[in-house]
DNA sequence: AGATCACGCTAGCTATAGCAAGCATTTCGC
DNA sequence: GCGAAATGCTTGCTATAGCTAGCGTGATCT
């Protein structure tokens, strides 16, 4: 494994995310802890970038915050941007979801997403 | 960590998952460990399950044999059915959404979910 | 036949993930 | 004020991820 790859810039980012969380959740570190089943001398060295959570670990604490895994992972660098279907063929295909969930789910994204947009033409047309 | 997990057991489906692919890609254990940018030695060990590959190596590995990586993260166990390639992954997977898009997109989308158990449970008890 | 190459593997090593034991400090309840 | 509880952290440890060096075997080349 690459050691020019500086681990602990990415290992900083995940665990400030997952300290911001957690105190946005108004959970204290053994809280968590316990409930993602990590020690807490663990978690705070992972909230402190000193150790670079392997991905069960990541899943257990994304469950234990209620976050969704694959953001998790997003954050932590083991999933890309490019990976995974589009969101809105996704939504279609959920058989979970009703009819009128789908449609609202998939206005909210395209709203999302011609905010962003919106956002990159303005300062794009400025620049 | 949990001795009576039996990693072993998940290791030996993921190593024969790769060894599958591999083979389908037609492709030797050395060409792939090459390109995976992992030792052949240690790929040869996930293969056969001796060795329990990280996220990361899971991700090279599946770059290289041209695998989505949440498919792959699905068949290690690293994302649930539930997360795996749909919505959840997707949404995390989007590159046009802020990080605090996707939460909300992801929260709003798991809340429709709970909706729908919640009415097949009362429908359930009714009958 | 002998040399070389490609293959998949074994053995032994280092770095670190994740833990238990225990510490110092702060907060809480009496 | 005092003792207990809760908090976040330090220290030292074990298990294992991932590597390098080298092995035995079969295929290929001269």
Redesign the pocket.
Known sequence: ?S?SDK?REIGKDIGYFIRDLRRNAGV????L?EKA????????????G?????A??LQQIASALRVSTPVMYLRAGLLDDRDGPGVLAAIAADPDLTVAQKQTLSQIYETFRREITRDTDTIEEET
């Not at 204290?28 to 809280?31: A, F, M, T």
């Not at 000193?50 to 392997?54: N, V």
Request: aromatic residues 4%; hydrophobic residues 30%.
């Open positions: 494994m050691t681990p204290s570190l053994r809280q802890a089943g990590v020690s807490n001398p663990y978690l705070s060295q992972v909230e402190r000193l150790r670079k959570p392997s069960e670990v």
